[in-house]
């Protein structure tokens, strides 16, 4: 951004600070129409995923055969679509507010900026699940893998999974109790908030159950998991002391809330994205990764990370506040801040070391086998990695766990029992032709039109109009582009033709 | 299997049915206005009107929107949508002291 | 290439036209969620009892039903192959969609002429914002259904093609329900 015009007024950009005028710069209208442009992306991508999921499962895979990641990524998807809208909304009017001098935000003329606060939370809120069911799922295929046994009680981690998703619309007043809703608002909104502790407490339990007897398997991606379940829990628990509004009053903007944000959102989303980064990459890369590096760095990050964000919690309770960049000396916080800071620099170091990991396991990794960890699902029966194409064969699904029930026969316990085909079912050939639709430029074309017309508000009409004529004339062109056209990958049984 | 041919196979009602429900599109339409300038049904405006007009939405995806004729799928599909659309405006009227289905007399 | 089987029944592209209109459900309902939030909030006026046209709106309302007619006899028009019918449909739909929007660009001249404007005061912004949308709505519809106009004039649009009428009508369809709970919940309800 030119000059000091970066987007100045937090993530969650309450209004009246994004106003013109305590906020005349570019900054602000870079950020409404990015997260536009954004928005617009999600819920076309939404749209592809849900449809994805639901209408094009291969044969024989029922809804609760399906995979727990994708089910967990097909409610994420459900609730984009229906998260988005709302934000999209709320940014719209602040767009009029700063260009056309609406009314939406501006008190004085009988709005209030919390409308800002309750549309930007309606979204807010199921978003914070979008972040973390992903890593549910994930953590949902590690364990069973890495314990020898089916997921304890899977159709409950599923329809708790769709409950968090609904319960997670009726609850965005709980990141607004200061504002003063009402002793009846807050009831609602806190039993609401409680609630949900129920569905979660339920994956938790499930997950416990899973690792439980199981003949348990130390890989790296294991760490990750249980991992992501034991910063989760933290992070749960005190999200469950300021569910309750009183006690909320006293937490709201102090660095507890930092910490609880962190146990969740670091310690639950992004460990459990690692422990699945650590469980695909062989698939995705076709290489192993180192195995004690791994460890070692997980080692160091879940050391690092309590060591940051741990003492963040009585840095809160003693009335710290979130957004300082400095405080008085001998308020007796300098040592928490200390610990914090060197946790800090364990944890830079533990990511360093994972990244090293990775780049080495691409220079000069072993290379890894179809099915390295003896997983249950069918991407494991694919070679590594697998094919553009996929499957060779469209697989007929028979069970929950298909490819358990290939090399295992029909049993729950498989530690006991010993591999009884050990090569997984897909052809490394098509047994018959194969074509692909050519992949399309127009959309990338009609994206950056959208870009340009919608980066073109803060300078001027032309380069709208300039970006809104690119993305009509993509628009057209990539709906009316023929799939099949000569060019197409093409793939015949027995090796690749063109 | 062949996207368009599935297509083809799904009933849908027949031309009358269409003329039809677009006669009691437009009565109800008639009667909504009605109901605006007829003073005694005032106070219970909103009841009615949104009784009404649940009515036309509800006769258009049914039976413009083909949901009668087609896979429940896409009905719970709308419905999710709406519902939680619905409750969003409910709980937002709430909270801004705004919902009043009766007028006052 | 080969067309994937559907797990549902029903093509892809239409669930697709379903699950977009289920999320356009939240945009609405936000967007009306806003208007009735702010109802009767203004400081100054006009307010919408003193400036909303009933009789005009009506009418218009009753023109966007009609369009609906017109879109699902279209659709069964080029399901049938009557290729006639199909471009009266269409072209029905494309004026009586055209007519609603004329009677919008003279509903928001004649307010602006009466003094609301959209700055002029939180009726004014909620309600400009809100029809606004919908009118933009309408306006994305009317250039489809001119698309599909054209590739029916040059004989591009026979029953192979019914997917992309009914997915594109079932778009119209979602614009002229939006509508009839706009009528009813910002005109009627005052």
């Given amino acids: ?498 | 299997m062949n996207e368009i041919a599935e297509h083809q196979s799904g009933a849908h009602a027949s031309r009358s049915t269409y003329w039809l429900v677009a006669l009691i599109l437009a009565i109800i339409t008639m009667l909504e206005v009605a109901v605006f300038y007829i003073p005694f049904l005032r106070t219970a405006i909103a009841p009615i009107l949104l009784v009404l007009s649940a009515t036309k939405f509800a006769l258009v995806a049914m039976f413009f929107m083909h949901l009668r004729y087609d896979r429940p799928i896409l009905t719970a599909i709308l419905s999710t949508g709406l519902v939680v659309a619905a409750a969003i405006i409910l709980a937002l009227m709430l909270l801004f002291g705004a919902l009043r289905l009766m007028a006052p007399a | 290439m080969s067309t994937h089987a559907t797990t549902f029944g029903v093509p892809h592209r239409k669930m697709a036209m379903w699950v977009f209109i289920g999320s356009e459900c939240m945009f609405f309902g936000s967007l009306i969620a806003t208007y009735l939030s702010y109802k009767g909030k203004s400081v100054t006026g006009p307010t919408p009892a003193e400036i909303l046209n009933i009789p005009l709106t009506s009418v218009s309302t009753f023109v966007l039903l009609m369009s609906s007619l017109a879109m699902v006899l279209a659709l069964d028009a080029v399901q049938r192959d009557q290729k006639g019918q199909a471009k009266l449909w269409i072209g029905g739909v494309i004026a009586l969609g055209g007519l609603f929007l004329a009677g919008q660009v003279y509903e928001f001249s004649h307010f602006y002429h009466e003094g609301l404007t959209l700055q002029e005061n939180l009726f004014g912004s909620t309600f400009f914002v809100l029809t606004g949308f919908h009118g933009a709505h309408v306006t994305v519809g009317v250039i489809w259904m001119a698309t599909l106009l054209v590739m029916a004039f040059r004989g591009r649009l026979g029953p192979e093609r019914g997917l992309d009428v009914e997915v594109a009508g079932l778009y119209w369809h979602f614009v002229d329900v939006v509508w009839i709970v706009i009528f009813t919940v910002v005109y009627l309800i005052q």
């Fill in chain 1, 1 to 498: 951004m030119p000059g000091n015009q970066a987007p100045d007024a937090g993530w969650f950009g309450y209004a009246n600070l994004t106003s013109k005028q305590y906020n005349p710069g570019l900054g602000i209208d870079f950020w409404v129409l990015s997260l536009q442009i954004m928005g617009i992306a999600s819920i076309a991508s939404g749209v592809n995923f849900t449809v994805t999921a639901l209408n094009m499962r291969a044969p024989g895979m029922s809804l609760m055969r399906m995979p727990l990641f994708v089910w967990m990524a097909l409610i994420v998807q459900i609730l984009m679509l229906l998260a988005f809208p709302v934000i999209t909304v709320g940014l719209v009017f602040l767009l009029f507010d700063r260009f056309f001098d609406t009314n939406f935000y501006v008190a004085a003329a009988g709005g209030t900026p919390v409308l800002w606060q309750h549309l930007f939370w309606i979204f807010g809120h199921p978003e914070v699940y979008i972040l973390i069911l992903p890593s549910f799922g994930i953590v949902s295929e590690i364990l069973p893998t890495f314990s020898r046994k089916p997921l304890f009680g899977a159709p409950f981690v599923i329809f708790s999974g769709i409950l968090i998703g609904f319960l997670g619309f009726g609850v965005w007043s709980h990141h607004m109790f200061t504002t003063g809703l009402g002793p009846i608002a807050d009831t609602a909104f806190s039993l609401g908030t409680m609630l949900i502790a129920i569905p979660t407490g339920v994956k938790i339990f499930n997950w416990i159950g899973t690792l439980w007897g199981g003949h348990i398997v130390m890989r790296t991606p294991l760490y990750f998991a249980v991992g992501m379940v034991a910063l989760f829990i933290v992070g749960g628990l005190s999200g469950i002391m300021h569910a309750s509004a009183p006690i909320d009053l006293q937490q709201h903007d102090s660095y507890f809330v930092v910490a609880h944000l962190h146990y969740v959102f670091f310690g639950g989303t992004v460990f459990g994205l690692l422990a699945g980064v650590c469980y695909w990459w062989p698939k995705v890369t076709g290489r192993m990764l180192g195995e004690g590096l791994g460890k070692l760095s997980f080692w160091v990050m879940f050391l690092g990370m309590n060591l940051t964000f741990f003492p963040m919690h009585f840095l809160g309770l003693d009335g710290m506040a979130r957004r300082i960049y400095t405080y008085p000396a001998g308020v007796g916080w300098e040592q928490w801040n200390l610990m914090a800071t060197v946790g800090a620099f364990v944890l830079s170091l533990g990511v360093l070391l994972l990244y090293v990991n990775l780049v080495r396991s691409l220079r000069s990794g072993e290379a890894a086998a179809a099915d390295p960890w003896d997983g249950a699902t069918l991407e494991w029966s694919m070679s590594s990695p697998p094919p553009e194409y996929n499957f060779a064969v469209i697989p007929t699904v028979n069970s929950a766990r298909p490819l358990w029930l290939h090399k295992y026969g029909p049993t729950r316990d498989i530690s006991r029992h010993t591999k009884e085909d050990g090569t997984p079912p897909q052809p490394d050939h098509p047994t018959e032709r194969i074509e692909l639709p050519s992949p399309s430029h127009w959309p990338l074309v009609a994206a950056v039109g959208l870009t340009l017309g919608g980066g073109g508000t803060m300078v001027g009409l032309l380069p709208v109009l300039v970006g809104v004529a690119v993305l009509v004339v993509a628009v057209y062109w990539w709906a009316f582009q023929p799939l099949e056209r000569p060019g197409n990958p093409v793939f015949e049984p027995g090796g690749r033709a063109e």
